[in-house]
């Protein structure tokens, strides 16, 4: 069973915005954490970005506050990251999770529950 999918990742030069959006199964998006992470060639996964159920709490990595915005749409299940004054360090696979382990803070990977195959962001200088 799929349980997020992500879409929304392309090549853009460096300063351009992205959104990206991961859809959610019912289980995975009543989730209380959805998170982004991203890895990129050679590094470990990170959390970018989270947003916690109930009062949409969110917080950040500190190398992408004020450039991006996780948000939700219920309505739809469906988390939003969006992307703005992009960096080439930016450059990654994104993926959304989902999990009920963590109540605050951007989570470890280990933590989720749920995972999406990825969206790929390039940036180029």
């Known amino acids: 069973q799929v349980h997020l999918v992500e879409s929304g990742g392309g090549s853009v030069q460096a300063g351009g915005s992205l959104r990206l959006s991961c859809a959610g199964s019912?289980?995975?998006?009543?989730?209380?954490?959805v998170a982004w992470f991203r890895q990129a060639p050679g590094k470990e996964r990170e959390g970018v970005a989270a947003i916690y159920s109930g009062v949409d709490t969110t917080y950040y990595h500190d190398s992408v506050k004020g450039r991006f915005t996780i948000s939700r749409d219920n309505a739809k299940n469906t988390v939003y990251l969006q992307m703005r004054s992009l960096k080439p360090e930016d450059t990654a696979m994104y993926y959304c999770?989902?999990?009920?382990?963590?109540?605050?803070?951007?989570?470890?990977?280990?933590?989720?529950?749920?995972w999406g195959k990825g969206t790929l962001v390039t940036i180029s200088s």
């Open positions: 999770a989902a999990g009920e382990a963590w109540l605050a803070g951007v989570p470890p990977a280990v933590s989720m529950d749920y």
């Open positions: 019912t289980d995975a998006y009543g989730s209380a954490c």
